[in-house]
């Protein structure tokens, strides 16, 4: 009974992690969006790959993990020019932590232990940590999926059905580019679903992805396993679900353990209370978060001026705790589902990546001890591919349209706040199919008509959106959207019109947004037409 690979455990848990920025590529040094990429480089993404590769060195460890790396964020790791700013803003945070009170010491010389750990590390790969992921999905350790090219909502891009092609194309191009070969996988952006999509991902040579847990639980027939086994649609795509019990104590600040008071505080922060011209002087222009936090949670609902001192190896203990209880949990609740089910039964933990490190900052450690604990609870750790390459027959089911995160369907990405921007997105995509349609008359023109694709991929990212409804930064969201729609419209007017356009402004576009050097416009060619450019 069951499968021999899984026959003495109690059954397997495939921990999904969505690793994304948008492309937050600036022409002005120390800005803002440039601080977002830096400070997930050194809380999130080095520490992860350290925790990943010191995993893999371990025969008695469990490492494995199913990675989503974005096309946009690829980019980004891969810009020489922008990573090289990346150590002078590392010496600005170790020269303002020197600045921390007295009572903060021990926070402090933590925190600045792993400064100097992310430092070592990115010095030693020099800066190029894509080489590093592609190693350990060659180890077995990692298995690396796509994501949709600048991360675009696709049910609200369906209208233009060549818009959803252009997405999914280009991020396979993207991937097998910097990573080697083709993705099966994709994590869908938002995790969104509609019906049909499924044949756009087939045709894109993407084989599986997940989706919220009523993507599944809501699909015709009803899964004979609920979320606890993949199912295949329609289309030939597997098709994974979100297992609440398994999401809930990681993610949740509230109900879950980033919540513990033993844990870092994410929302005080020495930029916020350190004097403007000692900000000025080090080169930075706004008051902003620099990722110098030095305050515990302390407790649920303690004001943020009477958070008390981090102290570390507090919460190392508590990492340990909450990594064994969380295995015990599952171990315990796959126990319970293997009464029932024949095969082996599946949890699915999605998260994003930056979960782990930036917004919990004990993250990275806890996934080490998951690490380092599973092989002794009777969890086994599996990636989505190791799954599916089983000769496991998959139940048939339409997926049903979905999304995660609030209200589970669309209105997040849908509402007074944003939706002036769909039908933005519908005209920009229409005009592009049309003018790709008609083809162009010169190698000049062909490559406006490139560059014109990557303002359109660029200005349907759903981030901006999604900052939109939630009231952070809405000017710059705002901004980037009008940003790369203007850019469209003027470089489809200089193909269609003649319009000229000045030499300094196109180098500028054309280095600022210099993403996707495979781009091909023909990835917008209508089905019913004949291409004119070539693929």
């Known amino acids: 009974m069951g499968d021999p690979a899984t026959r003495d455990q109690a059954g397997e848990l495939a921990i999904v992690l969505h690793a994304h920025l948008p492309y937050v590529r600036s022409s002005e040094p120390g ?29 008695r460890q469990q490492a494995r993990l199913t990675l989503g790396l974005s096309p946009t964020l690829l980019s980004l790791l891969a810009d020489r020019q922008l990573n090289a700013r990346f150590l002078p803003w590392l010496v600005t945070r170790q020269q303002l932590l020197e600045e921390a009170p007295a009572e903060h010491a021990a926070a402090a010389a933590h925190l600045g232990e792993q400064l100097h750990q992310v430092e070592e590390l990115w010095l030693e790969i020099q800066g190029q940590l894509v080489p590093r992921f592609r190693r350990l999905q060659e180890q077995g350790v990692l298995d690396l999926i796509t994501c949709g090219a600048t991360h675009g909502y696709l049910p609200l891009l369906r209208e233009v059905p060549e818009a959803v092609r252009a997405q999914l194309l280009t991020a396979v191009r993207e991937h097998e580019r910097q990573l080697g070969e083709r993705p099966l996988g994709i994590w869908l952006p938002e995790c969104a679903y509609y019906e049909g999509l499924d044949r756009q991902l087939l045709e894109a040579g993407l084989r599986y992805s997940l989706l919220d847990s ?98 570390p190896e507090a919460a190392a203990r508590r990492v340990q705790e909450h990594a064994s209880a969380y295995l015990q949990g599952r171990a315990e609740e796959l126990q319970q589902l293997a009464v029932s089910m024949e095969p082996a039964p599946l949890l699915v933990a999605p998260f994003d990546a930056e979960l782990f490190g930036h917004w919990w900052f004990e993250g990275p450690q806890f996934l080490a001890a998951l690490f380092q604990q599973a092989a002794s609870t009777g969890v086994r750790l599996v990636t989505l591919r190791e799954v599916l390459q089983r000769p496991r027959p998959l139940q048939v089911c339409r997926p049903s349209p979905s999304s995660w995160g609030q209200g589970g369907y669309h209105d997040y990405w849908l509402n007074e706040s944003n939706d002036w921007v769909i039908p933005e997105w519908q005209r920009a995509s229409r005009a592009m199919v049309r003018r790709v349609n008609r083809g162009v008359a010169s190698p000049a023109q062909r490559d406006l008509l490139t560059q014109a694709g990557r303002e359109l991929l660029l200005a349907q990212s759903s981030d901006w959106s999604f900052i939109l409804r939630a009231g952070t930064t809405t000017e710059l969201a705002r901004e ?21 356009l000045p030499e300094q402004w196109l180098q500028a576009v054309q280095r600022e947004d210099g993403l996707f050097p495979q781009l091909n416009a023909a990835d917008w060619v209508s089905r019913n037409a004949s291409p004119a450019i070539e693929t």
Not at 262 to 267: G, I, K, M, S, V
Not at 480 to 496: E, N, T
């Open 480 to 500: 980037r959207i009008q940003r790369h729609l203007d850019r469209f419209w003027r470089l489809l007017d200089a193909i269609d019109n003649g319009t000229s």
């Open 31 to 59: 800005s803002l969006e440039e601080d977002w990429y830096f400070q997930a480089l050194q809380e999130c993404y080095l520490p992860l790959l350290a925790v990943l590769e010191a995993a893999a060195q371990d025969p």
């Open 214 to 311: 009523h993507g599944l639980l809501h699909a015709l027939p009803r899964p004979r396993y609920g979320v606890f086994a993949p199912i295949c649609s329609p289309a030939g795509v597997a098709f994974f679900g979100r297992d609440g019990n398994a999401t809930l104590p990681v993610w949740s600040a509230r109900e879950g353990y980033p919540g513990d008071g033993a844990y870092r505080e994410f929302h005080r922060d020495m930029g916020w209370e350190l004097p403007d011209d000692q900000l000025a002087a080090l080169g930075i222009p706004s008051r902003r978060p620099l990722g110098l936090k030095l305050h515990r949670v302390t407790s649920q609902g303690c004001p943020l001026d009477r958070k008390q001192p981090y102290a």
